[in-house]
């Protein structure tokens, strides 16, 4: 090691080194202290390249004695301590990352990845959940109404809940003392069709070229499926023999059966067979991904307004003729329905209670006719 040479500042002291990023020489500056009994030799910098001076060198000798400046070695530590701490931390943005490597891939994680990306990310990305007040929900949710609809706001603060949940079911993190406040949401929509409507559309579906859609419309009314289950529909899950069909995977949720009654059963059996697993295949035999152009074409020839939305609304249609039949009760259309909740079947109770109206009130006409065929008859008899 090259010989360490004194300066006019006590304690501080200098080697000399090839320069660097130059030719030639340069001082390379050290401090000597002393602590706990120990003498301390701490490098504090060269020359040219960190425009090191014996006065700015013996500054930062006074500093180090104060405690103002921690040593090369305990900062060293320090900040190997803090990126163990930071590694350790399960932020919003780690868990995250394996909320979502958990999930299955699909549509609805590719939503919830545009989600997190435009609206959480960056506010809590770097925060774990201890760490989130009430003031940051508070904040992003008012600042989102201002552009965004209630509904894009509750699905961004669900994704959130979500996340943090996940973390602490996991035992990755601690949760948040309060219940994230979501904006009330009023968009239920509860297509329904008049029968001239009804019968219009089903001229216009039959005299459809594309017979796949067609078919999967129709099969839309009379069993209410879904149109991503109508994608998902493959031969094996149809029980011809026993009359059930399989819907795996309904919205995320466990696989369910729903009767195959008389009428979808006579659409699937005029169903094309093809070599796809697929009841009604996509590009090349592949599961299908849309059904726009043609269904939107149908509902154009049948002369509905826009905001119809052709396969999801006929799926309303099947709910709302069978809760206002009155023969229908509230659980066997939620099975029929696929619902995970009874909640999510309430938007056609009141069709099931004007069925019972109805009903009670023809039970009083029923009633009022008795009285007054046995008025009539006493005014007949003689006195």
Known sequence: MPKRTKTKYPGVYFREAERIGGRGIER???????????????????????????????AIRSELIEGKRLHRKINKQVEAERQRQEAGKWTIDKLWKEYSGQRKPGKGLSIDQNRYALYLEK???????????????????INLLKKKSPQTVKHALNLLTW???????KGLCQG????????????????????????????????DE?????????????????????????????????????????????????PLNDSARAILESQKRTRSAYVFPGQDGQKRVTASKASKRIRKNAGLPEDFRPFHGLRHVFASMLASSGKVDMYTLQKLLTHKSPQ???????????????????????????????VKKRNASPR
């Open 28 to 58: 390379v500056y050290y401090v000597v202290i002393k602590k706990d009994g120990k003498v301390i030799e701490e490098k504090v910098g060269r020359q040219y390249a960190d425009d090191m001076t014996p006065a700015k060198a013996s």
């Open 123 to 141: 506010l809590f990305g770097q925060k774990e959940p201890h760490e989130i007040i009430i003031l940051d929900i508070d904040r992003l949710r």
């Open 163 to 169: 996340i943090i949940n996940f973390g602490v079911k």
């Open 176 to 207: 948040i003392p309060f219940k994230i406040q979501k904006p009330p949401v009023d968009n239920i929509r509860t297509e329904d069709l008049t029968p001239d409507q009804l019968n219009n559309l089903l001229i216009a579906i039959d005299a």
């Open 210 to 258: 594309n017979r796949d859609v067609a078919n999967m419309m129709k099969l839309a009314l009379f069993s209410g499926l879904r149109r991503g289950e109508m994608f998902n529909l493959k031969w094996r899950d149809i029980d011809f023999d026993r009359g059930f069909i399989t819907i795996n995977d309904p919205k995320g949720g466990k696989s369910q059966k729903i």
């Open 344 to 374: 999510m079947t309430q938007r056609y109770a009141h069709l099931r209670d004007d069925a019972l109206k109805r009903a009670s009130d023809l039970a009083g006409s029923l009633v009022e006719d008795i009285i007054a065929e046995q």
